[in-house]
């Protein structure tokens, strides 16, 4: 059975880094045509897609936030885990975040594997 599951600090200070790692147990983010994705939703707002690694061809970020320096996801395959830090917050990164399974072929129809996600909250 897949299961995704996020951890990481609930609270970061403004302007610090955010760092969330994602566990993936009963799959291996080492098969292709996976998007190992961090998907976010902030209060009010709807679901927001930050990017994603693949083990096709690297990293891929959501066109609202590649222009910021700050992000970047990457992968470790000895723990069978991904990661996403997101630097220079503001409290508009306040958030659920969440890391989540989308099949290559398929991104619009959306994840088929979910984390139960993980409140973040960018304090001053």
């Known amino acids: 059975q897949v299961q995704l599951q996020e951890s990481g600090p609930g609270r970061v200070k403004f302007s610090q880094t955010l760092s969330l790692t994602c566990t993936v147990t009963g799959t291996s983010i080492t098969i292709k045509d996976y998007y190992w994705s961090w998907i976010r939703q902030s209060p009010g707002k709807g679901l927001e897609w930050i990017g994603a690694?693949?083990?096709?061809?690297?990293?891929?970020?959501s066109p609202s936030l590649k222009n910021r320096a700050s992000i970047s996801i990457s992968g470790d395959t000895s723990k069978n885990q991904f990661s996403l830090e997101l630097s220079s917050v503001t409290p508009n990164d306040t958030a659920v975040y969440f890391c989540a399974r989308i099949r290559f072929f398929s991104f619009s129809a959306g994840p088929d594997y979910w984390g139960q996600g993980t409140q973040v909250t960018v304090s001053s």
């Open positions: 690694i693949t083990n096709n061809d690297g990293a891929y970020y």
